[in-house]
């Protein structure tokens, strides 16, 4: 797996000063976000750490020889806990629970500049986008435990050891290592089965056309027969409360939304780093859609449509 530009730095430099510490903060990002598959739990974990440090007197901070290290042991350990707590949070969720997709950075948008327009984001905001933020990636985080989770993100992703890794979960370096080997073997599949972006771009632009088209005979055929499609409305728009299975039903239910909402505009962007589908309705971001595909067909479609995860996504459709 390939490893982040910002990961793998050198975490034994030179006592704290103010950049070694906001310095800190894309990667800090980086990894609080594959950890808990939300952009907005991963700031808030890691402006918790930030926070912690800097309650820290002078004197305790000088006495860090990594900060860099202490910050990622505490918002690991934030992470963890929010991991611990999130399965039961989830249980009282509405409907089904998508990790918040991303956008490219071309696309990113953090929220109102001058004259009320949205502005680009800092680049210290960024997730990078690689295969480890892929929606079917996260999606099969989701299935692990929080251990097994930080174990393999710290280690697979971010090639942090298990010595480092052990003080965070709490368990012996050797668990940690049984951890990692268990989480790698959940993954394995879905990394198989991952189709190379130029294929999936052209049959996300065919499936576009054909829901553009309303033709179910062409959606039907670009989907695996036994297709899955989970939408995400978290309560507070309508969405699909259960996946809906099978090539025929995805494309019937397809075209019955786009009958409620005449004036569906369809485009294509990237999604976590994926050839996706972003919809909009009289100019606003309403949903977005990751894919992951099965020889050579769709076999998998996520549709976030809670708008509270469509932050970096308003006002970023541009043709």
Not at 267 to 279: D, I, Q, S, W
Not at 295 to 304: E, F, K, N, Q
Request: net charge neutral.
């Amino acid at each position: 797996m390939n490893t982040p530009p910002t990961a793998g730095q050198d975490r034994s430099g030179p006592g704290p000063g103010p950049g070694a510490i906001t310095d800190e903060r894309r990667r800090l990002v980086n990894i609080a976000y594959r950890l808990l598959g939300s952009l907005a739990e991963a700031e808030d974990a890691v402006q918790e750490a930030y926070a912690r440090w800097y309650a820290m007197p002078p004197e305790r901070q000088q006495a860090v020889e990594a900060p860099g290290a202490w910050l990622t042991t505490v918002a690991s350990r934030i992470c963890l806990d929010l991991l611990g707590s999130a399965r039961a949070r989830r249980e009282r969720y509405v409907g089904e629970w998508i990790p918040e997709p991303l956008p490219d950075r071309t696309e990113w948008i953090s929220g109102p500049a001058a004259g009320g327009r949205a502005a680009p984001a800092d680049p210290a905001d960024r997730v990078t986008l690689d295969e480890s933020v892929n929606m079917a990636f996260l999606v099969v985080l989701e299935s692990m435990t929080p251990a097994e989770r930080v174990a393999f993100i710290l280690h697979d992703v971010f090639r942090y050891p298990f010595a480092e890794i052990a003080e965070i979960v709490g368990r012996s370096p050797a668990a940690c290592r049984q951890l990692a080997s268990s989480a790698r073997r959940r993954t394995r599949a879905a990394r198989a089965q991952a189709a190379p972006k130029a294929g999936q771009a052209g049959l996300v632009r065919h499936f576009k056309e054909a829901w553009e088209a309303g033709d179910i005979r062409a959606l039907v055929g670009l989907l695996d027969p036994d297709a899955t499609m989970v939408a995400d409305g978290g309560g507070l728009v309508g969405a699909v409360l259960r996946p809906v299975v099978g090539s025929e039903r995805i494309a019937q239910y397809l075209l019955h939304i786009a009958d409620l909402a005449p004036g569906l505009t369809l485009l294509e962007r990237t999604v976590n780093g994926r050839p996706g589908l972003v919809a909009q309705h009289t100019g606003v971001t309403v949903t977005v859609a990751a894919f992951d595909l099965t020889d050579g067909r769709i076999s998998r479609i996520w549709a976030v449509r809670n708008p509270e995860k469509l932050r970096p996504w308003t006002g970023a459709g541009r043709d």
